[in-house]
């Protein structure tokens, strides 16, 4: 999981602590750092000019001589071969000794006679696509009045914070028991207590139109043992655009390549409530009903990716009245997936089995963002708060007008464990000396509901079921580091095989008496085993 720490900050503040430090804490309390990345680290004297005059080569055809303004006393000449140059563009400029991607080095110069005192940069040259800045030309110079900004810049502002390409990406290794931690909004959890920090996790909102969704759409649920809960909205009039900068921003630094504001609104909720999401496009639709079903032995069903799958009965997915259009917790539908002509779009927010999408996407050879999230158990309290944030930012950027209600379906709610809080026990199991007081605090931190006794997980603590796990918890952000070294307390155990154990040495020992050999076949054991008996 990347953590742009520029999204970290909406959550909670932790920006007295360098890098390094903040690492070292989120590692110590179970969040193990793979390492951090500075983004734009690789740029370094790149400025915003002003042309002033563009004026032939007076001995190359293709080529012009510009005056730039960088903000300095004396403008700039630079010789460049792009066509897209007019006075009065807003352009980035790498000066004389900047740095750009790839180790590039920009020097002074000539280019066919004439001085040359730096280089007009087009996206390539500054390490982004068209994905990140969908308005620039290709193979042309960056113009950055064209880049949809919210205040155009000066002569000699950076350029790397007029973009927003600095930022911090700290990459976590995530344990399968932790996906809640697959998100923004889990690391800030996590961020929040180590650090000791407030935690800011604002319920999302949406106004709403029209008379309700009842008469766009209805859900029904034919599998409730492998669909938790479905929730869906609808939004009309969708207008489909680049996303803003600060979204494709905050994309880009998390490893997802943006698309448009649908579908990225999509992976923007993904990664911050860590609830993968899916939009379908109304129009394609048989009827107005959804079926969450399994598939039939033998249907057909096409992907995204335009890859034809054959289905079983053991798999899960969204069909309309004739067709799948997804594979839940999988993949979309190439039949019903967002484009330019989009008008009407479904959101669906939901929580499926995990095993069993784990099991579908290894059947069909299929590992996406969506199911690495599922298969690992997801929290359907989650499905409504994303959704709703899914329909705030849809607001928030003028993508479409949002049909007031939504469709929750959700007929067993999980009961959460109430577990005994006994601080003498937990100390004993840890040999350790902590309070009662600090065990409560620590658990209300993370989110425990405590009582005088007991405590309750939350919800998206599904990891959390018995006394050891509570321990663990309260020693994680106690600090492993603070134990001092005991001697082992209590009488001595005396070892010995279970009645299992010994049953099956027996009928290990009767069968090989009886003339059997037992083996170990090779995919458990390490092939230097025999390089060791010198078997070819």
């Not at 807003?90 to 066919?112: E, M, N, W």
């Not at 040359?116 to 390490?127: K, P, R, V």
């Not at 650090?195 to 008379?211: C, D, Q, S, V």
């Not at 766009?216 to 207008?239: E, G, I, M």
């Amino acid at each position: 999981m990347k953590l742009s720490m520029k999204w970290l900050a909406d959550y909670t503040d932790v920006s007295e602590y360098s890098t390094k430090e903040y690492c070292d804490r989120m590692t110590a309390t179970g969040s193990k750092v793979e390492g951090w990345e500075e983004l734009g680290d690789d740029i370094s004297g790149v400025v915003v000019g002003r042309v002033l005059e563009v004026a032939p080569h007076p001995d190359a055809d293709k080529l012009v001589i510009c005056k730039i303004d960088v903000g300095a006393a004396d403008p700039l000449q630079i010789v460049t071969g792009a066509t897209n140059v007019t006075e009065g563009a807003l352009v980035p400029v790498a000066t004389d000794g900047s740095h750009l991607p790839g180790d590039v080095k920009i020097k002074k110069g000539k280019l066919r006679g004439a001085v040359s005192e730096g280089m007009l940069c087009s996206i390539a040259e500054l390490g982004l696509t068209l994905h990140d800045m969908p308005q620039a030309v290709e193979d042309g110079i960056l113009i950055l009045s064209d880049c949809g900004l919210d205040t155009l810049p000066k002569p000699g502002e950076n350029v790397k914070e007029v973009l927003d390409l600095t930022d911090t990406v700290v990459e976590f290794e995530i344990t399968p028991n932790r996906p809640d931690c697959l998100s923004v909004i889990g690391l800030a959890r996590e961020s929040a207590v180590s650090h000791e920090a407030p935690l800011r996790i604002k319920k999302p909102e949406f106004r709403g139109i029209g008379n309700g969704i009842s008469s766009l759409l209805s859900v029904k649920d034919d599998a409730v043992d492998l669909c938790y809960r479905y929730s869906a909205a609808v939004v009309k009039n969708v207008r489909i655009a680049p996303s803003p900068m600060w979204m494709r921003r905050r994309l880009r630094a998390a490893g997802v390549r943006p698309i448009n504001n649908i579908v990225d609104i999509t992976n923007y909720v993904m990664l911050e409530y860590g609830q993968p999401m899916h939009a379908f496009d109304y129009a394609c639709l048989d009827g107005s009903d959804i079926n969450v079903r399994r598939a039939a032995d033998g249907e057909k069903y096409v992907t995204l990716d335009n890859i034809e799958h054959t289905l079983d009965s053991s798999m899960l997915v969204i069909a309309d009245d004739h067709k799948p259009v997804a594979l839940a917790g999988v993949m979309g539908g190439a039949n019903s997936g967002i484009s330019d002509s989009t008008e009407t779009v479904v959101f669906e927010s939901a929580a499926f089995c995990g095993s069993n999408v784990r099991v579908t996407a290894r059947k069909l050879g299929m590992r996406t963002e969506s199911s690495s999230r599922f298969e690992k158990g997801l929290d359907p309290e989650q499905t409504i708060p994303a959704l709703y944030r899914a329909l705030e930012l849809v607001e928030m950027l003028g993508a479409g007008d949002v049909v007031s209600d939504v469709i929750d379906i959700y007929p067993n709610p999980r009961p959460l464990p109430e577990i005994k809080l006994d601080a003498d026990v937990i100390n004993r199991f840890l040999g350790t000396d902590i309070s009662e007081e600090f065990m409560k605090e620590t658990l209300r931190s993370l989110e425990f509901t405590v009582g005088d006794s007991t405590v309750i997980p939350p919800s998206f603590r599904a990891d959390v079921a018995c006394m050891n796990d509570v321990a663990e918890e309260v020693i994680r952000i106690y600090g492993y580091e603070a134990l001092t070294e005991t001697l082992t307390s209590g009488g001595v155990t005396l070892g010995g095989r279970t009645k299992n154990q010994s049953y099956a040495l027996f009928c290990e020992n009767a069968l090989c008496g009886m003339g059997m050999n037992e083996i170990e076949t090779f995919s458990f054991i390490s092939p230097k085993f025999y390089d060791k008996i010198r078997l070819p």
